[in-house]
C-alpha cells in the first residue's frame, strides 16, 4: 500500500531558515548586549544622577532646619527676660488654683474680643520685651510669630497678637514645659492660626541661673524659606522638586496647595518608610497623568527625627522625558533588526541556488531508479561529499541491475509455509508478514506491514521477546524459543509456540545485522488440554486442604470440649467449698451466739472474784490468765460474728487518701513503737470512689497490722495510690456477669507493701480461707483477711497478696 506523504520543507527552504534563525539569534545577542552593557547603565547612570540631586537638596533642608532651630535656642539663653518673667510667675503666689484659671478665662474673653493696637494687647506687644521680640521678627523674616508665656502659661511678651492669651493648654506647650523639666518641641509643618500660614512650631523651655524652668518661648518659622530652593529647582520641562511627609502627603509641590491625600498610591508610600534614597517609577499619581521618575532621599536633621518628622526630597519628572535619548536608541535597533534580516535572508536565498543545485540532481535520479529505470546516471562534478554521494548513487544501481532473485518465487515459498512467519527488523517494526500469519491474527494482507511488533504482543510478552532477541543480535545464543500468547486484531489471545534467529544481510559496506526472523506455531489445542488437567488437579488440591482444615476443626472442637469439662469439674469444686464454707459459717455464727452470752457471765464473775476474792498474788496471776483467755475467745466469737452475719454499707463518694490518712491514725500508737520506716505515694486528683469509709477504713487497718506483724524489728512500710485506665480483659474484668469492671474502666489502685518475712507460696492460694493463718496459737483468728476480702468483694472491687522479688509481701486494691 502506498503510504500518503507528509508536508516536508525541501533542503532549499531548511537552509534559507536556518540562516535566517541562525541571524536571528545573532542580532538577539547583540540586541541584549547593547542593553545590559549599554542602554541598561545609562539608565542606571540617569537615575543615580536624580537621587543625587535629591540628596542635594534634603542637606539644604536639613542645614536651613537645624540653623532655624539652633537660632530660636540661643534667643531662649537671653537672660534679660528672666526678670519679667518671673515677675509673671510671681503673681499666682497669693492666687488659689480656681482664681488662676478664673483669671485665665477672663484673660482669654477680653483677648479675642480686642483689637491689636487696644491697650491691653499692647501691654504685651510693646513692652520691653516685646519690642525686642517684634524688631527681631521683623529683622530675621524666617521668623513669622515669636512670644513667651510664664510658668503657668499666661502670655508674658509677644511680637504680636496672638490668637489665645493663655497657652498651657496648646500640646506644643505641654510637651516643652514637660512637667516641669524642660524639653525642646519640634512641630511638623502645620497652619498657624495666629499668624495665618503654614509653618514650623519651635519651641523651648526658659530656665532660671539654677536650671529651673520659669517659662516656654515659642516661634514659628515661615517654610517658604525651605522652599526657596525647591522653587527654584526645574530640571529639562517636566522635572521639578516635591517634599513629602512620612504619611506620603505633598508638603511642597511647585503651583499645588499641599494635598490632604497621600501624593502616590499605598505601594510606593509602604516602601518609603523603609529607605532612606532610592528611585521608582509612579504611574497615574494624584498629581500627574502618566508614568514619572521619582528619586528621593530622607530628610536626616537629627532633631526632627527625634521628634518623629520624616520628611523625604524628591525629584520627578516625565518618564517619557527622562529617558528619551534612551527610547530613541531603543526604537532604532527595532528598525534596524528587520532591515538586517530582510538583508540576510536574500543573501541565504542566492547562496541556497548554487549549494542546493546538485542535492536536486540527486533527487530526480532517485525518483528514476525508483520508477524502474536502472540504466540512468547521475553526473556531478562538485568535488566535495555531495560528488562522493553521487558516484555511491550510480555503483548502487548498477549493484541493483546484477540482480538475479526472483521476488515472486521468494513471495510465493513464503506465502505457502504451513507454519507462521512474521520478520521483525532490527528497530522492531515488521516487515513481512506471510499468509499464514495473517490467518492466524485476523489481519489483512499488508495491514501488519510497518507496524510495531508491540501490536501483537502485550507488555510482558514484548519485554520477553526483547530480552531474547538481544540475546540473539549479540551472539550470545543462534536461536531463541519460548512459549507465548500473541493479541490478534480482535483484541482475542492465542497460545503459540515461538520460535527466532537472525537474517544476516552481506554487501559491499557491512556484513550487518538486518532482521529477526520469528516461526510462529499455533499451540491453542495443546494449551487447552493443559488447563483442563490443571484445573483437575486444582480441585484435587483444594478437596485435600478442605479434608486438612476439617480434620484441624475437628480437633479443636475436641480440644475445647477437654477445656470446658475441666473448668465444669473447677466451678463444681468451687461451689462445693463456697457450700461447705457457708455451712460453717452458719455453724459457728450458732456457736457464736450460744457462747457469747456464757463468756460475758464468765467474765462478770472473774471480775468479782479479782475485787472480792483472795489478795494472794498466785490466784491473782491465775484470774489474770483466765480473764486474758476468755477475752481472746471473746474477740474470736466477734470475728465470726462479723465475718457470717450479712454486713449494712453505707456507700458514698469518697477521696480514697483521706481514708488512708484517718486509717493511719487510728494506728499510729504501734506505728510510732515499732522501728519502721513509713512512707506514703498518695497521688493528688484521683477519682472519688463509692466506699463505704468504716468498712475500708478496718480493712487498710487490718493489713497495716499484719503487715507492722511481718516486721518485728524493722523495716519499710510503703503506701501508694494511683489511678489508671483498665486496658485488657483478665480476671473481673470484661463484659461477662460477674465481671466487676470493663474495658476502658479508671480504677483507683491502692498498693500496700512491706520489706518482711513475706507468705510461702504453697500457703498463698489459702491465704483468704477463713480461719487459716500463720500466726502462732493465739495471735490471731485466721478471719482477718477472711474479712477483708469479703468486704474488697461486697464493693465490687479486687484484692490480691503477692511476694515482692526484693522481698516482703505486697497487698493491691482495685476499687470504682
Keep these: 500500500m502506498s503510504k500518503q506523504r507528509k508536508f516536508r520543507l525541501s533542503i532549499r527552504s531548511k537552509f534559507i531558515l536556518s540562516i535566517c534563525s541562525i541571524s536571528f539569534v545573532v542580532l538577539m545577542v547583540a540586541v541584549s548586549y547593547g542593553y545590559y552593557f549599554g542602554i541598561r547603565p545609562q539608565r542606571i547612570s540617569l537615575q543615580e544622577s536624580r537621587l543625587e540631586m535629591a540628596q542635594m537638596l534634603a542637606r539644604y533642608i536639613e542645614r536651613i532646619t537645624s540653623e532655624e532651630i539652633e537660632k530660636i535656642e540661643l534667643l531662649t539663653s537671653t537672660t534679660s527676660w528672666t526678670t519679667a518673667i518671673l515677675e509673671s510667675n510671681a503673681k499666682y503666689a497669693s492666687m488659689k488654683p480656681e482664681e488662676i484659671q478664673a483669671y485665665f478665662e477672663e484673660m482669654d474673653t477680653q483677648w479675642k474680643q480686642t483689637a491689636a493696637n487696644d491697650p491691653l494687647i499692647e501691654t504685651y506687644t510693646k513692652n520691653q520685651i516685646g519690642n525686642t521680640l517684634r524688631i527681631f521678627a521683623s529683622k530675621d523674616t524666617d521668623i513669622v510669630e515669636f512670644f513667651i508665656t510664664d510658668l503657668k502659661g499666661g502670655l508674658v511678651a509677644s511680637s504680636g497678637k496672638t490668637t489665645d492669651f493663655y497657652q498651657a493648654d496648646e500640646s506644643w506647650w505641654l510637651a516643652t514645659y514637660n512637667g516641669g523639666h524642660g524639653n525642646i518641641y519640634i512641630g511638623d509643618m502645620e497652619f498657624d492660626e495666629s499668624v495665618g500660614i503654614t509653618g514650623i512650631t519651635i519651641a523651648a523651655p526658659l530656665k532660671d541661673a539654677a536650671g529651673k524652668v520659669i517659662g516656654v518661648c515659642k516661634a514659628v518659622i515661615n517654610t517658604d524659606i525651605m522652599f526657596n530652593h525647591l522653587k527654584k529647582f526645574v530640571l529639562e520641562k517636566t522635572g521639578h522638586a516635591i517634599l513629602i511627609d512620612k504619611s506620603g502627603k505633598l508638603i511642597f509641590h511647585e503651583g499645588l496647595t499641599p494635598m490632604k491625600e497621600p501624593a502616590f498610591e499605598n505601594a510606593i508610600v509602604e516602601k518609603l518608610q523603609n529607605i532612606e534614597r532610592g528611585y521608582f517609577i509612579a504611574r497615574n499619581s494624584y498629581h500627574h497623568r502618566g508614568q514619572e521618575l521619582v528619586a528621593v532621599a530622607k530628610v536626616q536633621a537629627p532633631l526632627l527625627l527625634e521628634h518623629g518628622i520624616h520628611w523625604w526630597v524628591g525629584i520627578e519628572q516625565d518618564s517619557n522625558e527622562s529617558f528619551s535619548f534612551l527610547n530613541r536608541l531603543v526604537i532604532q535597533g527595532a528598525v534596524m533588526i528587520p532591515i538586517l534580516l530582510a538583508f540576510l535572508i536574500g543573501l541565504g536565498m542566492a547562496f541556497s541556488r548554487v549549494l542546493i543545485a546538485p542535492i536536486e540532481k ?8 525508483g520508477d524502474g529505470d536502472l540504466n540512468y546516471h547521475v553526473d556531478i562534478n562538485t568535488r566535495d561529499e555531495i560528488e562522493a554521494l553521487a558516484d555511491s548513487f550510480n555503483q548502487m544501481s548498477s549493484l541493483l541491475k546484477q540482480t538475479t532473485v526472483s521476488k515472486e518465487r521468494f513471495d510465493s515459498i513464503i506465502n505457502n509455509m504451513g507454519d507462521s512467519l512474521i520478520v521483525v527488523n532490527i528497530d522492531q517494526t515488521i516487515s513481512l508478514v506471510n499468509k499464514a500469519a495473517n490467518i492466524l491474527l485476523g489481519y489483512e494482507e499488508g495491514e501488519l506491514l510497518g507496524q510495531p511488533i508491540k501490536i501483537i504482543f502485550d507488555v510482558t510478552q514484548l519485554v520477553i521477546f526483547q530480552k531474547e532477541s538481544k540475546k540473539i543480535t549479540k551472539g550470545e545464543q543462534a536461536f531463541g524459543h519460548w512459549e507465548a500468547f500473541l493479541r490478534k486484531k480482535n483484541g482475542s489471545s492465542i497460545d503459540v509456540f515461538f520460535s527466532c534467529s537472525v537474517a544476516l544481510e552481506k554487501n559491499t559496506y557491512s556484513n550487518a545485522t538486518q532482521d529477526i526472523i520469528c516461526l510462529v506455531k499455533d499451540i491453542t489445542e495443546l494449551k ?3 488447563r483442563v488437567l490443571e484445573g483437575t488437579n486444582k480441585e484435587l488440591m483444594e478437596s485435600e486442604l478442605t479434608l486438612k482444615n476439617l480434620l484441624q476443626e475437628t480437633k479443636k472442637t475436641y480440644d475445647d470440649l477437654i477445656k470446658s469439662h475441666e473448668e465444669l469439674k473447677n466451678t463444681q469444686s468451687q461451689l462445693i467449698q463456697a457450700e461447705k464454707l457457708a455451712s460453717i459459717g452458719e455453724l459457728a455464727a450458732g456457736i457464736a451466739h450460744e457462747v457469747k452470752n456464757p463468756l460475758a457471765t464468765m467474765l462478770v464473775g472473774i471480775d468479782y472474784l ?8 498466785e490466784d491473782k496471776s491465775i484470774l489474770n490468765d483466765i480473764t486474758e483467755a476468755l477475752k481472746r475467745a471473746d474477740r474470736v466469737i466477734r470475728g465470726l460474728l462479723d465475718f457470717s ?8 463518694n469518697e477521696d480514697i487518701n483521706i481514708v488512708i490518712e484517718e486509717s493511719l491514725l487510728l494506728v499510729k500508737h504501734p506505728i510510732d513503737r515499732s522501728h519502721i520506716v513509713l512512707m506514703k505515694d498518695l497521688k493528688d486528683n484521683l477519682p472519688l470512689v463509692q466506699i463505704d469509709r468504716n468498712k475500708i477504713q478496718q480493712v ?3 493489713l497495716i497490722i499484719n503487715a507492722l506483724y511481718a516486721m518485728p524489728e524493722k523495716g519499710t512500710l510503703t503506701i501508694r495510690t494511683y489511678s489508671k485506665q483498665l486496658e485488657k480483659t483478665g480476671l473481673y474484668v470484661g463484659s461477662r456477669v460477674t465481671d466487676y469492671f470493663s474495658v476502658g474502666d479508671t480504677v483507683v489502685v491502692v498498693e500496700i507493701n512491706d520489706t518482711g518475712t513475706g507468705i510461702p507460696e504453697n500457703i498463698l492460694p489459702k491465704i483468704f480461707d477463713p480461719f487459716f493463718t500463720t500466726k502462732p496459737a493465739g495471735k490471731g483468728t485466721g478471719l482477718g483477711l477472711s474479712l477483708c476480702k ?18 516482703g509481701a505486697e497487698v493491691t486494691i482495685v476499687l470504682k
Excluded: P, W, Y
Aim: hydrophobic share 30%; glycine share 6%.
Design 790 to 807: 469479703k468486704i474488697i468483694s461486697m464493693h465490687k472491687g479486687l484484692i490480691e497478696i503477692s511476694n515482692r522479688k526484693e522481698g
Design 362 to 369: 540527486l533527487q530526480q535520479a532517485t525518483k528514476r531508479i
Design 528 to 530: 487447552q488440554s493443559e
Design 645 to 652: 452475719v450479712e454486713q449494712k454499707f453505707q456507700m458514698k
Design 700 to 702: 487498710f487497718v487490718n
Design 610 to 617: 479479782k475485787k472480792h476474792g483472795s489478795s494472794n498474788e
